[in-house]
């Protein structure tokens, strides 16, 4: 009897609603019966290590990173990029007044805790009276009412934010990651975002309750090693050793080996530099050479809808190419080089970091390093 009502309890807790609305606009939700706030300080309790996963992930610093601070304060703070930056409408300041454009109001429903924490649990998991989760829970076993949603273990739960196109730019949508993955082997395949970004992990998923569940920890807040994972970097280069007075050349071709999306993909800003440069001993660059810089990047008109001008990025399993050479001095002090070949993703271009009063670690990291010895004889 016990069993068959667990089942009949199953059977009636499946989300019948769409886990995102239609259309862009803060989520108006309220906690769930019995929990006392939406804020992700109520979830840590019994969901402790998916707690600290998304605690160190992009998706916690969505509202608070230094970039995203710069860049919406040079944007006059606009609303559409609160939309999934600031999800609740609990975590704004301000609320649009009348129809007419740039009117803001005092929210009275604000509350400033919960407008530090991003893209908060609620946002994905609060749905009318429940909690909503990749399956559902009976509930006699736990302590708030759980319902699923399928589109929690699909691309729908990313497309609110990572799909998105103004009127008139439905062409090339300003933001088309889910779009660039629908067109790729991985969409193709069924791949789900899901499958990269939310691995599976074994640990305390509720309490002392341990069990496999999918990562919250995203790629870390753009870690350098998770990143990596996305490309292959080769390097060649003609001969080891080198007279002073030869020309040494050297290719490198990176490849999109690991995304299901373009490298780098997202906002148009993001880009991706390969940087050659020859360095002696010392790690100061050789005399007589400078740093070689290609890019990966997109870019789109300033106005509305921000029309696509050019798109240099790697798409799913592409490959770009590019050289550098540098004629050696016949004064250049004989010994061991190094040829260093990196790569490293922006947030925003140089000129715009400094621009925004980022510093190079704020905008940008580092994920690929080879180096390769020669001599100079």
């Known amino acids: 009897m016990r069993l068959l009502l667990s089942l009949l309890l199953l059977s009636q807790a499946t989300a019948a609603e769409p886990l995102w609305p239609t259309s862009l606009g803060p989520l108006e939700l309220q906690a769930p019966a019995p929990l006392p706030s939406l804020s992700a300080q109520t979830c840590n309790a019994c969901h402790g290590a998916i707690h600290d996963q998304w605690g160190a992930s992009g998706h916690a610093r969505a509202s608070t990173s230094p970039a995203w601070l710069a860049a919406s304060a040079a944007l006059g703070n606009p609303v559409r990029c609160q939309e999934c930056h600031l999800p609740l409408l609990a975590q704004r300041a301000e609320i649009p007044r009348g129809p007419g454009a740039g009117a803001m109001a005092p929210n009275p429903a604000w509350e400033p805790s919960l407008g530090l924490e991003g893209v908060t649990c609620a946002a994905c998991h609060v749905r009318g009276d429940a909690i909503v989760g990749p399956r559902a829970l009976p509930a006699d076993a736990v302590p708030h009412k759980v319902v699923q949603s399928d ?78 994972r996305a490309v292959t970097l080769q390097v060649r280069v003609q001969k080891a050793r080198f007279e002073r007075g030869d020309t040494v050349r050297a290719t490198a071709e990176i490849m999109n080996t690991g995304a299901g999306h373009a490298v780098p993909s997202g906002d148009p800003n993001h880009r991706v530099a390969i940087q050659f440069e020859l360095v002696d001993a010392a790690g100061e660059l050789a005399k007589g050479t400078a740093p070689s810089v290609a890019w990966l990047k997109r870019e789109m008109a300033n106005v509305a809808p921000f029309a696509e001008i050019s798109d240099e990025r790697l798409q799913p399993g592409a490959s770009r190419t590019f050289d550098a050479a540098w004629a050696l001095d016949k004064k250049l002090e004989p010994g061991a080089y190094t040829l260093a070949v990196t790569a ?27 180096r390769i010895p020669i001599e100079v004889n």
């Open 151 to 228: 589109a929690l273990r699909s691309a729908e739960a990313c497309a609110f934010c990572h799909q998105q196109a103004l009127p008139g730019g439905e062409e090339h949508p300003f933001l088309d990651t889910v779009g660039e993955w629908e067109r790729s082997s991985f969409g193709q395949a069924n791949i789900p975002c899901q499958d990269c970004h939310m691995q599976r992990v074994s640990g305390p998923i509720a309490g002392s309750r341990f069990a496999a569940f999918a990562s919250h920890g995203g790629l870390g807040d753009h870690d350098p090693a998770a990143i990596a």
């Open 344 to 370: 490293t993703w922006w947030r925003v271009s140089p000129e715009q970091a400094e621009a925004l009063g980022l510093t190079v670690e704020q905008a940008s990291v580092r994920f690929v390093e080879q």
